[in-house]
């Protein structure tokens, strides 16, 4: 089966950068999603296929993937950014959908 | 205005059949754009892909899982049903229903707010 890695935490201050890596096995000929989960809510899409931005969420949230890893960037962090963030691929070989396991953003 | 709405037991005991339903509304089931998949979230664990519904009824389901579950739709009822057999306490969880809009997308664009299934031993 397909899988994805992710750092378990990240810190970062207020107005830093947060980098979040999504990690798989050539992972760049896939298209990675990206979505955001504070305490108590369902999880809300924030990049698609690779880049992408829906409607709604902030430029300061970007993506992209090369190689074995995919990006997750959050430019000028705020204290509402503090959540948990998953990766997700389809892996079509297998007809498979495929969750990271999540990284925890803490703003310091 | 697409939403999402979870329903079924809050509490169920290990081996029985869960059966949860989720009512979309803003969209239809039969819409060739549409599908939607059932996720899961054990308490404080991460996001697990279960199942999805194409438009046209094709089914696909979490490989390590399929022997347990079966997902169908109502398309006039607006409702997509996902049922577990043999549940067990492991299968507490947080049950999502997801929208994917698109014929080539992978992308869960819409989700419900989740509903909380305690399995007791």
């Known amino acids: 089966s397909y899988v994805l890695t992710q750092p378990p935490s990240v810190s970062v201050a207020p107005g830093q950068t947060a980098r979040i890596t999504c990690g798989g096995n050539?992972?760049?000929?896939?298209?990675v999603h990206w979505y955001q989960q504070k305490p108590g809510q369902a999880p809300v899409l924030v990049v698609y296929?690779?880049?992408d931005r829906p409607s709604g969420i902030p430029e300061r949230f970007s993506g992209s993937n090369s190689g074995n890893a995919a990006t997750l960037t959050v430019s000028r962090v705020e204290a509402g950014d503090e959540a948990d963030y998953y990766c997700?691929?389809?892996?079509?070989?297998?007809?498979?959908?495929?969750f990271g396991p999540g990284t925890e953003v803490t703003v310091l | 205005q697409v939403t999402l709405k979870e329903s079924g037991p809050v509490l169920v005991k290990a081996t029985e059949t869960l059966t949860l339903t989720c009512t979309v509304s803003?969209?239809?089931?039969?819409?060739?754009?549409?599908?939607v998949s059932w996720i899961r979230q054990p308490p404080g664990k991460a996001l697990q892909w279960l199942a999805l519904?194409?438009?046209?009824?094709?089914?696909s389901y979490n490989t390590s899982m399929k022997s347990r579950l079966t997902i169908s739709k109502d398309t006039s009822k607006s409702q997509v049903v996902l049922t577990m057999i043999n549940v067990d306490p492991v299968d507490t969880a947080t049950y999502y229903c997801?929208?994917?809009?698109?014929?080539?997308?992978?992308?869960?664009?819409?989700w419900g707010q989740g509903t909380l299934v305690t399995v007791s031993s």
């Open positions: 997801a929208q994917i809009e698109g014929e080539m997308s992978t992308t869960f664009e819409f």
């Open positions: 803003g969209f239809s089931l039969s819409d060739p754009r549409m599908s």
């Open positions: 519904i194409s438009s046209k009824g094709e089914k």
């Open positions: 050539n992972i760049e000929s896939k298209s």
């Open positions: 296929d690779d880049s």
């Open positions: 997700q691929v389809w892996d079509g070989s297998r007809d498979q959908y495929v």
